[in-house]
């Protein structure tokens, strides 16, 4: 069972990238897909989340409007497409999943699942956007 997150890098105020989140070994439409950020010296926070169960989509304030978050079940990916990136959003991203069904709930709604209560973890893909 492994989740692999990929797609980062150095981008200049106002790029784009997508980060992709692979599984292996389980089927991620079974899970709540989560995306996570910890920046230096910060707390890990809540980014995007996705759900099956309910269609359940969530974005922090602080990227909505600017990040899409999708799902491609062919590939068992989940995506995150940033955009108009800032400084601000340079960060470890780690995407993790939620086994829906769970005693943790199977929703993106009202909010994403608390980091501690995910089943599992990808290693993080550094994201970097200078100024």
């Known amino acids: 069972v492994q989740l692999q997150a990929s797609g980062g890098g150095l981008v200049q105020t106002g790029g784009t990238l997508r980060l992709s989140c692979a599984a292996s070994g389980f089927i991620l439409d079974y899970y709540v897909i989560g995306w996570f950020r910890q920046a230096p010296g910060k707390e890990r926070e809540g980014v995007s989340c996705?759900?099956?169960?309910?269609?359940?989509?969530y974005y922090a304030e602080s990227v909505k409007g600017r990040f899409t978050i999708s799902r491609d079940n062919a590939k068992n990916t989940v995506y995150l497409q940033m955009n108009s990136l800032k400084p601000e959003d340079t960060a470890v991203y780690y995407c993790a999943a939620l086994r829906i069904g769970g005693p943790y709930g199977s929703s993106c709604s009202p909010e994403i699942p608390d980091y501690y209560v995910m089943d599992y973890w990808g290693k993080g893909t550094l994201v970097t956007v200078s100024s």
């Open positions: 996705i759900s099956s169960s309910d269609g359940s989509i």
